[in-house]
């Protein structure tokens, strides 16, 4: 199976010149994140990224984890490979520096963990929800819970878990029913089952901070009586050292379909009178609380699908260019299979999707950046409504593709690809779970039509789909007929999502199961044109360099992707926007299958 390769060419070019990288190092507090420090941290995540964490890729795969007597033991080489990432301060990369974090923007490392998520999915979960737990704290917590669980967060020294489905809930968090009974003290006792906690047990750290959903007695019933409380593994004395070990433990590990080195843990709380928790901010606003982690998780997860389609990616184009089979139509020789057109068109469907959702993610934590600290409030509201648009879009988009572009990998490969041996197998497995993570597919689907495009009348949606077109005209007038063709079909594109986002927004009042039934398709064909979009972007600024003398070959091959998708990708738009506005015929046909079956 091939190596890693961490493209940190491409990330440049996103970080530095796409986004670009000056306009977050003129927010206030991120001054020194300049251009030759950022190439520096890229730098050396791929060394870590490629040397370490890849190659345990596989043995993680192979090995799992073990449970035994509520303990659980990581595979070979995971614990030494995680005490060198502590170390090395990768955990507080974005963190508050006055925890010990280092304070760099969300772009830079969204950028890194990138490289984590493409070189050991698996291991980066650990990781992934810690910073969960850090955000959630430091932006809800109380003076003394930051002191106490921050610094050892950030150091990495400790881990952090999302506790929040149960047996009987599993998305509907409305029904959550572990409780949370009031002590004297100001404590709480936390009684209850959770349910798919990643890393919910380990060997990594000396302790594990869950941030658990439950219910005090007296809540309302529904979301609106859910609470937040921290509930350590080990107690935490006055004086930080560590102490009696809580009454919460695992009491098994799920069998899956991929990440088996990820410990996917059901916990039991209070078997021995209760589990001392810490209420985090105010009652019955937990899910509010929860929501913060769960945002950066959802981009975190879009971003998994770009890491686990990069990965893929480079194992199918090492094999496509090693493998000899079959004789090339026009060519004479034996010449490996990537020369044949079919695998070609392949390896672009996979490399020009992969760098249109590199793209989009890193934009949508470049607005996170702005929207944190941009001194401007109007502008600071701005980037929020773009990055709360984002979220969904790259969080499901970006997952989904990750399943065709890892099945298309395994495609490449041929019979080899079904046999495990090749590790392309391990790839689309893994990938699997990207769409269900976080909220599934449906999920942010929903959100963003319900939350994100109707709640303000469609004016965000509105506002990039007017920069997507005016790109589009930019590239219309061009005298390059590469760039005109893009725009061409840039425009026509953002069109038909036009049509599809206000089809929505005045069907979403009158009949909201129709308006439901065109969420998937509205929100693929906004990644779909989102994508091409940045590509687009892309191209004009590869050709600006070309034309000021630069023989890099890289914007060259830039131009390709970009024409490429604008050719097979993007002309999916019109078909996805004909496919929102059908909803009232979706429903029906909806109907009549159900009862179909259902008299069956």
Request: glycine fraction near 10%.
């Amino acid at each position: 199976m091939a190596d890693y390769n961490a493209p940190v060419r491409d990330m440049q070019f996103v970080v530095n010149e796409l986004i670009p990288l000056s306009e977050i190092t003129a927010l206030p507090g991120y001054e020194e994140a300049g251009e030759d420090l950022v190439n520096a941290i890229l730098e050396e995540a791929a060394k870590f990224a490629n040397g370490v964490l890849a190659p345990l890729n596989w043995v993680g795969d192979q090995e799992g984890c073990v449970y035994k007597e509520n303990t659980v033991t990581t595979p070979k080489g995971f614990k030494d490979a995680y005490q060198q990432f502590s170390e090395a301060g990768w955990i507080g990369l974005g963190c508050d520096p006055d925890y010990g974090g280092q304070g760099l923007p969300a772009l830079v490392s969204t950028a890194v963990c990138e490289m984590w998520h493409a070189s050991n999915m698996a291991f980066t979960l650990c990781p992934m929800l810690t910073a969960g737990a850090i955000d959630a704290i430091s932006h809800h917590g109380s003076a003394e819970q930051k002191t106490t669980y921050l610094p050892n967060l950030i150091s990495g020294k400790w881990a952090g878990t999302m506790n929040l489905t149960e047996p009987n809930a599993g998305s509907d968090l409305s029904v959550v029913s572990a409780k949370a009974i009031p002590q004297a003290d100001g404590t709480y006792k936390i009684t209850g089952t959770k349910i798919f906690i990643t890393y919910g047990e380990h060997d990594f750290t000396e302790n594990i901070i869950h941030l658990v959903l439950a219910r005090l007695p007296d809540a309302p019933p529904g979301v609106k009586g859910i609470s937040l409380f921290i509930v350590p593994k080990f107690m935490v004395n006055a004086d930080g050292s560590l102490g009696a070990r809580n009454d919460v433990k695992c009491i098994s590990l799920e069998h899956k379909l991929g990440i088996h080195a990820s410990p996917t843990a059901v916990m039991s709380y209070g078997e021995s009178g209760g589990a001392t928790g810490y209420l985090v901010g105010q009652a019955n606003r937990g899910l509010e609380y929860m929501f913060t982690m769960m945002n950066a998780a959802r981009l975190q997860v879009g971003l998994e699908g770009v890491g686990i389609s990069e990965r893929a990616y480079q194992q199918a184009a090492s094999y496509a260019l090693q493998r000899v089979q079959g004789k090339i139509v026009g060519k004479s020789g034996n010449l490996p299979i990537a020369h044949h057109p079919d695998i070609s068109r392949m390896l672009m469907t996979m490399r020009a999707q992969i760098q249109a959702m590199r793209a989009l993610a890193f934009l949508a934590a470049a607005e996170s950046d702005r929207a944190l600290r941009h001194p401007d409030a109007e502008q600071r509201a701005l980037a929020q409504a773009r990055l709360d648009l984002l979220i969904p879009i790259v969080k499901g988009w970006s997952t989904e593709q990750s399943v065709e572009i890892t099945s298309l990998g395994v495609q490449i490969h041929g019979g080899m690809g079904f046999v495990e041996e090749t590790g392309a197998a391990q790839h689309f497995r893994d990938a699997r779970i990207t769409p269900i993570y976080e909220g599934t597919t449906g999920i942010q689907a929903n959100d963003l039509i319900g939350r994100k495009i109707s709640r303000d009348g469609g004016k965000e949606a509105r506002r990039l789909i007017e920069e997507i077109k005016a790109t589009a005209t930019q590239m219309q007038s061009s005298s390059d007929m590469r760039l005109k063709a893009m725009g061409s079909s840039l425009g026509t594109a953002a069109l038909a999502l036009d049509r599809a986002v206000e089809w929505v927004v005045e069907t979403m009042a009158k009949n909201s199961s129709a308006a439901l039934a065109g969420a998937y398709p509205l929100m693929k064909c906004f990644g779909v044109v989102a994508g091409g979009w940045l590509l687009a972007r892309s191209a004009l600024i590869a050709m600006e360099k070309i034309g000021q003398g630069s023989t890099d070959e890289f914007y060259t091959q830039k131009i390709g992707v970009a024409l490429f998708y604008a050719h097979h990708i993007l002309t999916a738009a019109a078909g996805l926007s004909q496919s929102v506005r059908v909803g009232e015929e979706v429903v029906a046909a909806m109907n009549d299958g159900l009862n179909d079956l259902l008299s069956a």
